[in-house]
């Protein structure tokens, strides 16, 4: 996603916030809730409140949308927490998120990306969002906005690119290209959720990627025994999907 940034800035009033607390529910039968595991690679970039904070807003949107998030820190400052399964090969419904930051300073004109998330776009697939956090907190500077708040709904958005499995956008919501001063100064809930066709995608796609169906699900989210599910995976523990290692900054547009 990117921010218009053009010049002209007024009073503000917690919008984000107010945003987040009116988020509503969204479901759609066909399709229950979904679950997935993120990896959160940040190496020490933002202050942990501040990532914390970001990462419940995240969740929240997410939560509305059905689908439930658990959060696995991993990075220089977890190795020594989560050695194993930070290093492992990412689970079918598994996904990673990296904060990063950038040199030098945003333009005040023009457009600012911040965040993109790796696609593949022959699978209609991806597993890594990156985030620049310098960027978040100069637009939150700049309209006078909650940059922990900012920061978790931009993370919701990548990982909705992640499961849609497209670089595509919306006209409206949270999966709009671009997000005006003006959108994150006013307190509109429609502007920072998915829609329900948005939703229901995502739920199916995580559910796509673990081979299942929802009606053949055991207690542990794997196969039920006796499943005539002829896609379901015969290994619901792991699948090698992506390396987070050596991968080159790119666009989500």
């Known amino acids: 996603?990117?921010?218009?940034?053009?010049?002209?800035?007024?009073?503000?009033?917690?919008?984000?916030?107010?945003?987040?607390?009116?988020?509503?529910?969204?479901?759609?039968?066909?399709?229950?809730?979904?679950?997935?595991?993120?990896r959160v690679y940040d190496a020490g970039m933002m202050p942990a409140a501040i990532q914390t904070v970001a990462l419940r807003a995240a969740a929240g949107v997410l939560a509305a949308a059905g689908i439930d998030v658990l959060w696995l820190p991993c990075g220089s400052g977890a190795a020594g927490t989560h050695p194993a399964a930070c290093d492992t090969p990412l689970g079918p419904s598994e996904l990673s998120v990296r904060f990063v930051r950038l040199a030098g300073t945003p333009s005040a004109r023009g457009q600012l990306q911040l965040g993109y998330s790796l696609l593949d776009t022959t699978r209609g697939e991806g597993t890594l969002a990156t985030m620049y956090i310098d960027r978040v907190e100069w637009l939150a500077a700049q309209a006078r906005a909650d940059a922990a708040m900012l920061l978790g709904f931009a993370v919701a958005h990548e990982i909705g690119h992640l499961l849609l499995g497209t670089n595509a956008h919306a006209a409206h919501g949270l999966m709009r290209a671009v997000w005006s001063r003006a959108q994150l100064q006013h307190g509109d809930a429609g502007d920072w959720r998915?829609?329900?066709?948005?939703?229901?995608?995502?739920?199916?796609?995580?559910?796509?990627?673990?081979?299942?169906r929802s009606s053949q699900r055991d207690a542990?989210?794997?196969?039920?025994?006796?499943?005539?599910?002829?896609?379901?995976?015969?290994?619901?523990?792991?699948?090698?999907?992506?390396?987070?290692?050596?991968?080159?900054?790119?666009s989500d547009r």
């Open 1 to 38: 996603m990117a921010a218009a940034v053009t010049l002209g800035l007024a009073l503000t009033v917690p919008g984000l916030v107010r945003a987040a607390e009116n988020t509503p529910r969204i479901a759609r039968e066909g399709v229950a809730r979904a679950r997935v595991q993120m």
């Open 194 to 212: 998915f829609s329900r066709d948005e939703a229901w995608k995502m739920r199916a796609s995580v559910e796509q990627r673990n081979g299942l």
């Open 220 to 250: 542990t989210g794997c196969p039920a025994p006796g499943g005539d599910d002829p896609g379901a995976s015969t290994d619901c523990g792991a699948t090698a999907v992506a390396s987070l290692r050596a991968v080159a900054p790119g």
